[in-house]
């Protein structure tokens, strides 16, 4: 009981903000908005998203392909299509969708668990390093007056320092846990540090890189769609805080009030009216879980009922543990 109210709270205290947001603004607002919407340049920031997709599939087809026999490069573009709509969905931030990625991965392409864990921590770390570079970024041009851009940039950064430590020393690092978990930290971090020196990696960063700002645009072309022009140098504040708090676990229509109120705070403290900015991020989102569910949701129902279920995988991670697989 307390587990499933600890479920529906986040989803409920995000719709809830949205209704809220909705209100204060002013319904009647919010569509006059949305009714101007241009359908070529929906269609284009649709286009966008879903190239901010692939692109990603193609980084983590990048990292993985350097730990395991070839694995196709569609099959990793399914993978990835299946673990974004899910995480757009569901209410299990990040957890749920990459747990049906690494699920996908060893069902469909052989791909031994670690590696796809391994695949997993080093895309987070790359896309958290191209954050961190935006926000940077955006400091330097004199947006700095965000508290919560400061918070985000030196989270980042002590992430990204905080692996490559763990891929520069593994050794140590595997040595620093505790003797009951020494064995699985050494099955988990040897991937991780290969992954992080190979070449694939270097490939990823620049995939990442495009990645995200094919995904800045399309939430660009968003705005434009209703007719609000914002700067894209706006974009890279907003748009690495808009990454992160997707990643929390309110689901639909929770995180509408999570990620797309609190990111329109941003636009707005930017000097956006606030209409236009919540009218704005509603349409990027929209746009957005379109685009989700045409490169997810057909891997979802065609493909994921087939796949082993979650029990037979995590015994097959204590076997691999073992040193099987």
């Known amino acids: 009981m307390r587990r499933t109210l600890g479920r529906a709270i986040p989803p409920a205290v995000g719709a809830a903000a949205l209704a809220s947001a909705i209100y204060l603004s002013g319904p009647r607002r919010i569509a006059a908005y949305l009714g101007r919407a241009d359908p070529a340049l929906l269609a284009a920031a649709a286009l966008s998203e879903a190239s901010a997709i692939a692109l990603t599939g193609l980084a983590w087809h990048s ?7 070839r694995p196709r490069a569609v099959d990793s573009l399914k993978a990835t299509g299946l673990e974004i709509f899910v995480d757009a969905t569901i209410p299990t931030g990040t957890l749920g969708g ?69 891929a520069a020393f593994p ?53 434009s769609a209703l007719g609000i022009r914002i700067p894209y140098y706006f974009v890279m ?16 229509p929770g995180s509408f009030g999570v990620a797309d109120v609190g990111t329109s705070i941003i636009y707005a403290s930017l000097g956006v009216r606030w209409p236009a900015a919540l009218a704005g991020m509603i349409t990027a989102r929209i746009v957005c879980l379109i685009s989700d569910a045409a490169m997810g949701l057909p891997v979802l129902l065609l493909e994921a009922g087939r ?10 991670l204590r076997g691999e543990g073992r040193g099987a697989g």
């Open 237 to 252: 504040v907003a748009y690495p805080i808009y990454d992160v708090l997707l990643a929390l676990p309110t689901g639909i």
């Open 98 to 166: 990459e747990f049906l990625r690494i699920t996908y991965a060893y069902n469909k392409m052989r791909i031994p668990i670690w590696n796809s864990l391994a695949a997993a921590v080093v895309l987070r770390v790359l896309i958290a390093g191209v954050l961190a570079s935006l926000l940077a970024s955006a400091a330097y041009l004199g947006l700095a007056r965000l508290s919560a851009m400061w918070l985000l940039l030196a989270a980042s950064v002590a992430a990204i320092a905080a692996v490559a430590a763990v």
């Open 63 to 69: 990292i993985v392909r350097g730990m395991s026999l």
């Open 307 to 316: 796949m082993a279920p979650p029990a037979d995988i995590w015994r097959a």
């Open 171 to 223: 050794s140590k690092a595997v040595s620093l846990a505790p003797g009951r978990y020494r064995a699985l930290a050494e099955e988990a971090i040897g991937p991780v540090a290969a992954a992080l020196r190979s070449k694939g990696a270097i490939a990823a960063l620049g995939l990442v890189f495009a990645e995200i700002a094919s995904s800045a645009a399309a939430q660009m072309l968003a705005f």
